[in-house]
């Protein structure tokens, strides 16, 4: 019988810093079965809207329900592919616009699985997972959307 795996928090109070990614896979490179890494990082784009350019985003989520899901979308991953490792953060709170809100790091002994896990984890991340954007706008107006 094997243990279940610990739940990491997947959140992350602000933008998700450089440094922070450039720890993560740095910590990897004494894992000398992975022959593969792939990322995805998720940024928040100053878009316009009615002629206003977005400045930044506040992330909310329910935090509970946002952890199991993601979490399952985990194991479904590593059931699915042959995964050394995954790892997904997700920005909470005010990320401005430039800032990374979303990385999601996989790990495995062959490049193709990192491409095709990669994907599969980033739509079922923005599909299944109760977080919110609320869009502040250069007037400080806002625009809320779900999975922003």
Request: proline content about 3%; hydrophobic content about 40%; some cysteine.
């Amino acid at each position: 019988m094997t243990a279940e795996k610990p739940k990491k928090s997947s959140f992350i109070s602000g933008p998700i810093s450089a440094e922070f990614i450039g720890t993560a896979i740095a910590k990897h490179q004494t894992k000398t079965s992975i022959g593969a890494h792939n990322i995805f990082l998720g940024q928040v784009r100053a878009d316009e809207i009615d002629g206003k350019k977005v400045i930044a985003i506040e992330y909310s989520a329910y935090e509970e329900m946002a952890e199991q899901i993601l979490y399952d979308i985990r194991e479904a991953a590593f059931a699915k592919y042959e995964l050394t490792c995954l790892h997904i953060y997700h920005s909470l709170g005010m990320v401005k616009a430039g800032e990374i809100c979303l990385f999601v790091f996989v790990s495995a002994p062959r490049r193709k699985v990192v491409y095709d896990a990669l994907q599969f984890l980033v739509e079922a991340i923005k599909e299944k997972t109760p977080v919110f954007g609320k869009e502040i706008l250069e007037d400080k107006t806002y625009i809320w959307k779900k999975n922003t």
